[in-house]
């Protein structure tokens, strides 16, 4: 799928009056695997956010595939997944199998469909232990791959995750790397602080103080941010 941002500005309401989170970002993202970088409170979430359609923007336009993200959020939501970086506001179900099986409700799929999907999904992410858990006694990072898990079973053409890894141990971190990096995954689109991961991306977008500061091929724009960094 191919993201369109052209000038996005997204500003807000605040105690201080308007606070500008993005200003006049302009890039087009159409690699398989897409990571954006960048340091803290730069605007790596809110851009995102508009991608999904879950910030709007103040000015400019987003479309995903030419669905514009004002307007269109019913196309849109079936297109795109979107993982939050606090697993816990997605988690809505009682139960981890409950939580996974309601991505796929309202799909024209028999009960026993859902079923096998669910369970499919289950053994992927490698959580039978805690299919029936309640999702409230998860640690943190195991609600992490839950939220990750209920997206996928959906099958987004596009998945956006914030910051997917940044609660896992290191052996979950690499399977859910090698999970979203290989070449059968969807479309993903992910916010990283672990460069590394960003390395492995086909493009990568720097965003500095709500500006986009360099995008293109990985290697390039983590060396720029590293001489920011410097
Ligand atoms: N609703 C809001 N009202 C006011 N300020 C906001 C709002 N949402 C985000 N911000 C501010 O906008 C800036 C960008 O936030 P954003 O969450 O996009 O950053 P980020 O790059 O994802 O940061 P991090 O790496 O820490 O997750 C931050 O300074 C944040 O405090």
Redesign the pocket.
């Given at each position: 799928m191919s993201i369109t941002i052209d000038n996005l500005t997204v500003e807000?309401?605040?105690p201080e009056g308007r606070?500008l989170?993005?200003d006049s970002v302009t890039a087009d993202l159409d690699a398989p695997r897409i990571a954006?970088i960048?340091?803290?409170?730069?605007?790596?979430?809110?851009?995102?956010?508009a991608i999904a359609g879950l910030?709007q923007p103040t000015a400019g336009k987003v479309a995903v595939n030419g669905i514009d993200t004002v307007g269109q959020a019913k196309r849109l939501r079936r297109a795109v997944g979107f993982v939050f970086?606090n697993p816990g506001a997605q988690t809505i179900m009682p139960t981890v199998r409950e939580d996974i099986a309601l991505t796929l409700r309202g799909r024209k799929l028999s009960r026993e469909e859902i079923s096998a999907r669910v369970e499919e999904a289950i053994r992927e992410h490698e959580l039978e232990d805690l299919a029936d858990r309640p999702c409230h006694a998860l640690s943190s990072g195991q609600m992490q791959r839950l939220a990750l898990c209920s997206v996928l079973v959906g099958e987004p053409d596009l998945v956006i995750a914030?910051?997917p890894t940044s609660l896992l141990d290191a052996r979950h971190r690499r399977i859910i790397a090698r999970r979203l990096l290989e070449p059968a995954a969807p479309q993903v689109l992910l916010?990283t602080?672990d460069l590394d991961l960003a390395r492995h991306c086909d493009q990568a977008v720097l965003?500095a103080d709500?500006s986009l500061a360099e995008q293109g091929d990985p290697a390039h724009v983590i060396d720029c941010y590293e001489r920011i960094l410097a």
């Open positions: 807000v309401d605040g606070t989170l993005l954006i960048g340091e803290n409170g730069s605007g790596k979430s809110t851009l995102t956010k910030v970086a914030d910051e916010v602080h965003i709500g």
